[in-house]
């Protein structure tokens, strides 16, 4: 069976490719960072409806927080709207339960601050234009990032990962882990 690019991209970023090599998982888009592993770093340009000043946001600005941390492929399109709406739907929720959101994209600040404004949007929308941040997550396949989440602990600890994700009901999914993993703390 043969692919043209566009339908090998979709394939990969609604499917999540990946392959197994030893005991660790190897996204098509990079390594696959461990679930129990540091978080990998990022410092990146952004905007933020809530918080017009920021300009940039590293791992760092989050410490103490859980941390929701999702790449989708591109602003505007249908299934990255579905999915920037189910987040934003439940930021209070999230926000009760001790964790901020943050999304990541190839697309550049403008297009971002179009997005937040138009969609209403109140997390913050990354810019990693050459995929590089995407990468250390095991989620760029050029030109996009492709759609996963991570929720990252307080401590900066990998905790959950989800990989190909479909947006719709994917922000209460998330949701219900981060409870789940917030009530387990509690008994600790």
Not at 97 to 115: K, M, P, T, W
Not at 120 to 143: I, N, T
Request: aromatic share 10%.
């Amino acid at each position: 069976m043969n692919f043209n690019r566009r339908q090998l991209l979709r394939l990969l970023v609604v499917g999540g490719a990946f392959f197994c090599r030893g005991r660790s998982a190897q996204a098509l888009g990079g390594t696959m960072p461990a679930i129990g592993s540091v978080a990998p770093m990022f410092d990146l340009e952004g905007t933020d409806r809530t918080n017009p000043d920021q300009k940039r946001w590293s791992l760092n600005d989050f410490q103490g927080r859980w941390l929701v941390l999702y790449f989708y492929p591109r602003d505007f399109t249908s299934g990255c709207t579905i999915e920037a709406h189910g987040f934003q739907s439940l930021v209070n929720e999230f926000d009760q339960a001790g964790a901020s959101i943050v999304a990541i994209s190839a697309d550049n600040l403008e297009e971002h601050e179009s997005f937040c404004t138009s969609e209403g949007l109140d997390f913050p929308l990354l810019s990693d234009p050459d995929g590089a941040v995407s990468r250390r997550y095991g989620s760029w396949m050029p030109p996009y990032s492709m759609r996963h989440t991570f929720l990252i602990d307080p401590e900066g600890v990998l905790s959950e990962s989800w990989t190909g994700v479909r947006p719709v009901g994917h922000a209460r999914e998330v949701l219900r882990t981060l409870q789940t993993a917030c009530q387990q703390n509690r008994r600790v």
